[in-house]
C-alpha cells in the first residue's frame, strides 16, 4: 500500500468516525441545550440499540430494515422512561444540585442498563453483518460501501435535526424551551413535555450511533463507554448546548483520531484525545461556540 492509499484510507477515516462522533454527540447537546443536565446513561443506549439490533438480524434472521427502525423506536421510548423515572422526579427535588444529581441518577441506570445487557447476552464479543456490503475503489484504495454509508448519514442527521429544530411546531417549542424556561411556560409550552420529548429524541440519535457502531466493530456490554467519552469531548470542544459547534467538533476530533491512528497508532490516538481535552478546558472552557 503506498503512501497515497494511506492518506486516502485515513480521510475516509476520518469522515466515518466524524460522523459517528457527530451522531452519538448530537443528542447529549440537545440534552444539555434544553435541560441543561448531562446525561451519563447515553452510552448505554448506544449499547441497547446495537444489541436490539444484533438481537432481529443475527438471533432471529432479520434485516436491518426492521433493526434499525426497532433500535430507534425502543431508544425512544426508553427516553421517556429515563425522564419520567429519573431525570424529572430529580428535576423536580433538586433545584440547586441538579446537574451532580442527574449526573449520579443517570449513571446508575448506566450501570443496570450494562448489567441487563450482560445478563440476557452474556458477556462475549458479538458481531452482526455489515449495513452494506461490498468495496468500492476511490483512488486505487479499496473502501467499504459502509464506511461510504457511514459518511452520508451524518450530514442526513444534521439535516433532519436542523429541519425539526426550525420548522416545525415542536422543534421551534424546544429551541423556546432552551432559550426561557418560564417565558415558554408563559406562553404556554408545556416544559416537561418538551423535556422529555428531548431526551427520547437524544436516546434515539444514541440508538441509531449504537446499530452503526456495532454494524462498524463488534458489540460488547461495555462498547458504549469509549464513544460517551468522545462525545463528551465533542460537547466541551463544539460549546455546550451548540448543536453548530458539536458539529464542527465532531470533525475535527473525528480527522484528529483517524490520522493519530495511522501515523502514530492506536496506542496514542486516546492520550491524543485526552490532551486535546485538556487544553480546552484549560484556554477555552467555553469551547468553539459556547457562551463563557
Keep these: 500500500m503506498n ?107 448506566s450501570i443496570i442498563l450494562e448489567n441487563l445487557v450482560l445478563i440476557i447476552f452474556g458477556g462475549r464479543y458479538k458481531g452482526i453483518s455489515t449495513i452494506v456490503p461490498g468495496f468500492t475503489n476511490i483512488l486505487g484504495a479499496q473502501v467499504s460501501n459502509q464506511q461510504i454509508l457511514l459518511i452520508f448519514l451524518g450530514p442526513l442527521c444534521f439535516g433532519v435535526l436542523f429541519y425539526f429544530l426550525s420548522r416545525t411546531r415542536l422543534g421551534m417549542a424546544v429551541r423556546a424551551v432552551a432559550q426561557d424556561n418560564v417565558g415558554a411556560a408563559i406562553v404556554g409550552i408545556d416544559s416537561k413535555k418538551v423535556f422529555a420529548f428531548t431526551v427520547s429524541i437524544g436516546s434515539c440519535l444514541a440508538g441509531l450511533a449504537g446499530v452503526l457502531l456495532g454494524a462498524y466493530y463488534y458489540l460488547s456490554p461495555q462498547m458504549g463507554s469509549s464513544p460517551l467519552i468522545t462525545a463528551l469531548f465533542v460537547l466541551v470542544l463544539g460549546g455546550m448546548g451548540s448543536v453548530k459547534g458539536t458539529i464542527l467538533a465532531s470533525y475535527i476530533i473525528g480527522f484528529i483520531d483517524a490520522f493519530s491512528r495511522f501515523y502514530i497508532g492506536n496506542f496514542w490516538a486516546d492520550p491524543i484525545l485526552f490532551a486535546i481535552f485538556i487544553l480546552v478546558i484549560l484556554f477555552r472552557p467555553q469551547g468553539l461556540y459556547g457562551v463563557k
Design 3 to 109: 503512501n497515497m492509499n494511506i492518506i486516502i484510507l485515513a480521510i475516509i477515516n476520518g469522515f466515518v468516525l466524524s460522523s459517528m462522533y457527530a451522531i452519538a454527540s448530537l443528542g447529549l447537546t440537545l440534552q444539555w441545550g434544553v435541560l441543561k443536565v448531562l446525561n451519563f446513561s447515553h452510552g448505554l443506549f448506544m449499547t441497547w440499540g446495537a444489541y436490539i439490533a444484533y438481537w432481529i438480524i443475527a438471533v432471529h434472521g432479520g434485516s436491518y430494515l426492521i433493526a434499525l427502525p426497532s433500535a430507534i423506536i425502543t431508544s425512544f421510548f426508553m427516553g421517556f422512561l429515563l425522564y419520567y423515572l429519573v431525570i424529572g422526579p430529580l428535576q423536580e427535588r433538586s433545584k440547586t444540585e441538579i446537574v451532580s444529581n442527574v449526573f449520579i441518577g443517570t449513571l446508575a441506570v
